[in-house]
């Protein structure tokens, strides 16, 4: 969890960093003590971005296949427990009104922002807005890329993430420490269990399995792209979460894949990758902003 006070500006203060909860009790009594410790008389209203099937018009969780509980009911808790109006929506949207609003997608009339962490989650900017569908726009993570492939967490089989995530680093990871015990990888983990990670370092450092595995994930990634500008066509894409963290190790490979799979390349505006110009904080400064507009809506 990622929270702070934020300003109608996008300015962000008294930032608070915590590991992410496990259980549904902990999601609905950790995140709103943590709130509490951030609230003074000058504040206005609380905003809430929350991974999953967010309804923001009523501020439930529906449901999310990587996090526990559903149906849960953050805006009417927060309410009631704060007195203060509450904006809740899907974090991945909360990161791109925070980019298009003072990141590094403003002044973009149409972006796609996408966060790599455990799975993919994805924001879409149209007119200088989120857009949200009937609700729940935005899961690129569970487009089906290979059918035959690896079980998602969601249930199917061969969604984007289980290719593009975090996740699948780990996978990458632990396979190549079988492979080779005494690696760099290996090295890099030590006495803890292999993770994306520990891959990091091998690879700035040139170590061709752990360069090979941010390829895969790249390559994927941009495929996935490619699918996304025929669909919706946007002028950027922004690439966000844990995985961009490896930059061009990534996204070097991404833009390869994507200029290969792009459909009318060379006869269309070709989007822009870029990594995410927000750090960490990028959620929490989306879903402060929220808060400040749904009170100046009022």
Same mark, same amino acid.
């Given at each position: 969890?990622?929270?702070?006070?934020?300003?109608?500006?996008?300015?962000?203060?008294?930032?608070?960093?915590?590991?992410?909860?496990?259980?549904?009790?902990?999601?609905?009594?950790?995140?709103?003590?943590?709130?509490?410790?951030?609230?003074?008389?000058?504040?206005?209203?609380?905003?809430?971005?929350?991974?999953?099937?967010?309804?923001?018009?009523?501020?439930?969780?529906?449901?999310?296949?990587?996090?526990?509980?559903?149906?849960?009911?953050?805006?009417?808790?927060?309410?009631?427990?704060?007195?203060?109006?509450? &904006?809740?929506?899907?974090?991945?949207?909360?990161?791109?009104?925070?980019?298009?609003?003072?990141?590094?997608?403003?002044?973009?009339?149409?972006?796609?922002?996408?966060?790599?962490?455990?799975?993919?989650?994805?924001?879409?900017?149209?007119?200088?807005?989120?857009?949200?569908?009937?609700?729940?726009?935005?899961?690129?993570?569970?487009?089906?890329?290979?059918?035959?492939?690896?079980?998602?967490?969601?249930?199917?089989?061969?969604?984007?993430?289980?290719?593009?995530?975090?996740?699948?680093?780990?996978?990458?990871?632990?396979?190549?420490?079988?492979?080779?015990?005494?690696?760099?990888?290996?090295?890099?983990?030590?006495?803890?269990?292999? &993770?994306?990670?520990?891959?990091?370092?091998?690879?700035?450092?040139?170590?061709?399995?752990?360069?090979?595995?941010?390829?895969?994930?790249?390559?994927?990634?941009?495929?996935?792209?490619?699918?996304?500008?025929?669909?919706?066509?946007?002028?950027?894409?922004?690439?966000?979460?844990?995985?961009?963290?490896?930059?061009?190790?990534?996204?070097?490979?991404?833009?390869?894949?994507?200029?290969?799979?792009?459909?009318?390349?060379?006869?269309?505006?070709?989007?822009?990758?870029?990594?995410?110009?927000?750090?960490? &904080?990028?959620?929490?400064?989306?879903?402060?902003?929220?808060?400040?507009?749904?009170?100046?809506?009022?």
């Amino acid at each position: 969890m990622v929270a702070g006070r934020v300003t109608p500006d996008g300015m962000i203060s008294d930032l608070i960093i915590q590991p992410r909860p496990t259980t549904a009790a902990a999601m609905l009594v950790d995140p709103f003590e943590i709130i509490d410790s951030l609230i003074t008389p000058s504040t206005i209203a609380i905003g809430l971005g929350v991974a999953g099937l967010v309804d923001n018009r009523t501020g439930r969780l529906a449901w999310g296949p990587n996090v526990p509980g559903e149906n849960l009911a953050f805006g009417d808790f927060a309410a009631d427990r704060f007195g203060l109006p509450v &904006a809740v929506d899907n974090d991945a949207n909360c990161w791109a009104l925070a980019e298009v609003t003072v990141g590094v997608a403003a002044g973009f009339e149409h972006a796609v922002v996408l966060t790599l962490g455990t799975g993919i989650g994805g924001g879409i900017i149209t007119n200088g807005e989120v857009y949200r569908g009937s609700a729940f726009a935005g899961e690129f993570g569970h487009m089906a890329v290979d059918p035959g492939g690896l079980v998602c967490t969601c249930g199917n089989r061969g969604c984007w993430e289980t290719l593009v995530s975090g996740r699948r680093l780990d996978e990458l990871a632990r396979l190549i420490v079988e492979e080779e015990p005494e690696g760099a990888v290996a090295r890099s983990a030590g006495s803890d269990r292999a &993770a994306g990670r520990h891959l990091l370092a091998p690879a700035l450092s040139g170590d061709r399995a752990a360069v090979e595995a941010y390829r895969q994930v790249g390559d994927w990634l941009g495929r996935g792209l490619a699918s996304l500008a025929a669909v919706l066509d946007p002028q950027l894409f922004v690439i966000g979460g844990a995985v961009a963290e490896a930059d061009e190790l990534v996204l070097g490979p991404a833009r390869i894949a994507f200029l290969a799979a792009l459909e009318g390349a060379g006869h269309r505006p070709t989007p822009t990758i870029v990594k995410r110009h927000l750090g960490a &904080a990028g959620g929490a400064v989306g879903a402060g902003l929220a808060g400040h507009r749904l009170v100046s809506n009022r």
